[in-house]
């Protein structure tokens, strides 16, 4: 009877060598294959360790042809780890139809925890983190970025992004733009790297540090904007039942206004209804 491999999902450094776990080191030194994100990148992190195992690059443009051919590793009995860039695979980098044949296939996946660019910021923001949502990049082009930011308009928990430095000082307008002058962030750039910075401030004063010295608008950075103040006003099945009728000749945001007009309920409140309504 054969048996096959495991998967290790192994989390790598987020800029300090020191954070890879003596764990995660034995994964890499001991599996038989590592399916990287950037193959270039990762020997560089091996090499600093001395692990000499060989490499395998597992991207976005590569992901369904690697996928099959590490399927076919493991069902031979192959142990392989899979790792990024940096922090925790599958966390907006690739991996996830890899992991969804596995289970499907009943082959056996180990996480190997370590560093995580999200969870590392959370702890640091100085919002509450018993609840957040993460959503990843956000989109680059001005109207995507806006109908982007717009969902989380009226969200109460603390939310995380991640942004690139060329764009993070126009993401900042953008956000001051949907959310308001009250809204806290914290920016948090260069996570475990010598330029690590933490500032909090009201998104004008996040936009005024960033113009004031242009190297703050450089490194890899991760968002964390303060929730929404929960509304108290109810919305009772009157108003849902106009907010319903209007929105099935609007889109959601100009339904909302319209609404709001009408019964004096906040639009951002009826905004989020409208949101959650389209997702049962």
Same mark, same amino acid.
Not at 44 to 57: D, Q, R, V
Not at 114 to 131: C, E, K, N, R, Y
Not at 220 to 243: N, W, Y
């Given at each position: 009877?054969?048996?096959?491999?495991?998967?290790?999902?192994?989390?790598?450094?987020?800029?300090?060598?020191?954070?890879?776990?003596?764990?995660?080191?034995?994964?890499?030194?001991?599996?038989?294959?590592?399916?990287?994100?950037?193959?270039?990148?990762?020997?560089?992190?091996?090499?600093?360790?001395?692990?000499?195992?060989?490499?395998?690059?597992?991207?976005?443009?590569?992901? *369904? *042809?690697?996928?099959?051919?590490?399927?076919? $590793?493991?069902?031979?009995?192959?142990?392989?780890?899979?790792?990024?860039?940096?922090?925790?695979?599958?966390?907006?980098?690739?991996? +996830?139809?890899?992991?969804?044949?596995?289970?499907?296939?009943?082959?056996?996946?180990?996480? &190997?925890?370590?560093?995580?660019?999200?969870? +590392?910021?959370? +702890?640091?923001?100085?919002?509450?983190?018993? *609840?957040?949502?993460?959503?990843?990049?956000?989109?680059?082009?001005?109207?995507? /970025?806006? $109908?982007?930011?717009?969902?989380?308009?009226?969200?109460? !928990?603390?939310?995380?992004?991640?942004?690139?430095?060329? !764009?993070?000082?126009?993401?900042?307008?953008?956000? #001051?733009?949907?959310?308001?002058?009250?809204?806290?962030?914290?920016?948090?750039?260069?996570?475990?790297?010598?330029?690590?910075? &933490?500032? /909090?401030?009201?998104?004008? #004063?996040?936009?005024?540090?960033?113009?004031?010295?242009?190297?703050?608008?450089?490194?890899?950075?991760?968002?964390?904007?303060?929730?929404?103040?929960?509304?108290?006003?109810?919305?009772?099945?009157?108003? $849902?039942?106009?907010?319903?009728?209007? /929105?099935?000749?609007?889109?959601?945001?100009?339904?909302?206004?319209?609404?709001?007009?009408?019964?004096?309920?906040?639009?951002? $409140?009826?905004?989020?209804?409208?949101?959650?309504?389209?997702?049962?």
């Amino acid at each position: 009877m054969s048996t096959t491999g495991v998967l290790y999902v192994v989390a790598t450094p987020i800029g300090n060598m020191q954070d890879l776990t003596l764990r995660a080191q034995d994964i890499l030194t001991h599996v038989d294959l590592i399916a990287a994100e950037d193959t270039r990148h990762s020997r560089y992190l091996l090499n600093h360790f001395s692990i000499n195992t060989p490499l395998m690059a597992l991207h976005e443009h590569n992901e *369904q *042809q690697a996928t099959q051919k590490l399927l076919a $590793q493991l069902q031979q009995g192959k142990n392989i780890a899979l790792i990024s860039d940096a922090g925790t695979p599958l966390i907006s980098d690739p991996g +996830s139809e890899l992991t969804r044949i596995l289970h499907a296939e009943k082959i056996k996946i180990v996480p &190997i925890p370590g560093a995580s660019a999200v969870i +590392s910021a959370l +702890s640091v923001a100085g919002f509450p983190a018993d *609840q957040f949502i993460f959503a990843g990049f956000i989109p680059p082009k001005e109207n995507a /970025r806006r $109908q982007f930011l717009e969902q989380f308009l009226a969200e109460t !928990r603390t939310t995380v992004f991640y942004e690139a430095p060329h !764009r993070i000082l126009s993401c900042m307008m953008a956000m #001051e733009q949907v959310f308001g002058e009250k809204r806290d962030i914290a920016l948090v750039k260069e996570l475990t790297k010598l330029f690590e910075t &933490i500032y /909090r401030a009201p998104l004008p #004063e996040v936009i005024t540090w960033l113009e004031e010295d242009p190297v703050r608008q450089k490194g890899e950075f991760v968002i964390v904007l303060s929730g929404a103040a929960p509304q108290e006003c109810s919305i009772d099945a009157e108003t $849902q039942r106009i907010l319903n009728l209007a /929105r099935q000749q609007l889109p959601l945001k100009k339904a909302a206004k319209l609404v709001s007009e009408i019964t004096g309920i906040s639009k951002n $409140q009826l905004y989020q209804l409208g949101v959650e309504n389209e997702k049962e």
